[in-house]
């Protein structure tokens, strides 16, 4: 990735440097579970930036090590000496509790995100969503840590409204939908019974580098980038207007620092929207796509769309009312869909082309996080 540094374009936004600042003035000791992933792994590097010690939970079920070189890459050499990396699982109290301990705030990232990889394990998503997160919940309340963890806007399910706010209610419709709903009670409830400082961050379509190009997780743009490689169309479930909150990486990044030192007890107990807070049509998005295609010189050229049926359970709009978060602890959005979708594909560029130059995939969750 040629852009500037993620913390770099991060501090020029007045309120996350301030936040920023913060942290650096009085460096804390952070957990990250699924440090190696795609969210995970950037906010591990603009922690590292802002002189925070840093320790990674992952299992690398499909965290890569790779992420979190990529992470120091842009960073002093002695950044990675604040770096732990732990391989292990969320549902180990015993880890848990012994990494903790020793934490000043914890931000959850560890999971199996994917609407499909829940519908074909259920049970095994059920078991890191749910029982992962209530082992972490019981152990932040035993050792008094704050606690930030990435919800997701699937909770919102039928509640397909064009602008979500976090008082809708819909009907989850995968299990992933309900597991990720089901942490949003869970922390509720933790704060009322036992006081945890715990806040939920809504993510949306999270886009950026290292996001997943493989595998039942992958999204929209990142399925898009691949088919144009291979002079495929961009398939395009529906007629293109459904709409999507796009989001930078940087700026769930953004609001996990803004939280973490957020001094309004309010917040605690809450899960917040954190997305663009633009409707974005998936035309738009291959609009944006291919004028990225064009000015990065990639080839071939990519072709026009191709229309298929609308299907079961895909929401027809999605965007995220950020006015909670911006109350709060004073989120807004600092990067926006434009240089999120030439980053995306600076980083793909970048990627080795498979040897057949064909990539496998299963169906994508057309734009569900
Ligand atoms: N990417 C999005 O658009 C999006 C949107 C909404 C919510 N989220 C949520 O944000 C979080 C991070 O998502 P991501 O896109 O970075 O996914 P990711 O798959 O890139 O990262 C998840 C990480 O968790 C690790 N992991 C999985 N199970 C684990 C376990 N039992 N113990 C320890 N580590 C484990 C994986 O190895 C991986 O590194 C997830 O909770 C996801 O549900 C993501």
Sequence with gaps: MTARPLHNRLSDAPHVASALQALRRRPRRWLVTGGAGFIGSYLTEVLLAAEQEVIVLDDFSTGQRSNLAEALEPLPLAAASRLEVVHGDVRDRETLDGLVRRSDVVAHHAGRPGVRRSMLDPDGTHDVHVNGFQTLLDSVKVHDVRLLYAAS?????????????????????????????????????????????????????????????????????????????????????????????????????????????????????????????????????????????????????????????????????????????????????????????ADTLAWFKAQAVPPNGKTSFTQPSAATP
Excluded at 168 to 176: A, N
């Design 153 to 341: 806007s699937v909770s919102y399910g039928t509640a397909s409204g064009l602008l979500n706010r976090e008082d809708e209610e819909g009907v989850p419709l995968s299990p992933y939908a309900a597991q990720k709903a089901a942490n949003d009670l869970y922390a509720a409830a933790y704060r009322r019974a036992y006081g945890v400082r715990v806040i939920g961050l809504r993510h949306f379509n999270v886009i950026g580098p290292r996001a997943p190009l493989h595998g039942d997780a992958v999204g929209v743009l990142a399925r898009w980038m691949q088919r144009a490689r291979q002079g495929q169309p961009c398939e395009v479930y529906g007629d293109g207007r459904s709409t999507r909150d796009f989001v930078h990486v940087g700026n769930a990044v953004a609001a996990t620092v803004l939280a973490a030192t957020t001094r309004n007890d309010a917040a605690f107990g809450r899960v917040f929207n954190i997305g663009s807070g633009h409707a974005t049509t998936l035309l738009e998005l291959h609009g944006y796509l291919t004028n990225a295609w064009h000015a990065a010189a990639m080839s071939p050229q990519p072709v026009t769309p191709k229309f298929l049926p609308f299907r079961d359970g895909d929401v027809r709009h999605a965007s995220a009312d950020v006015r909670s978060a911006r109350d709060a602890f004073g989120y807004h959005p600092v990067v926006g869909l434009e240089e999120a979708v």
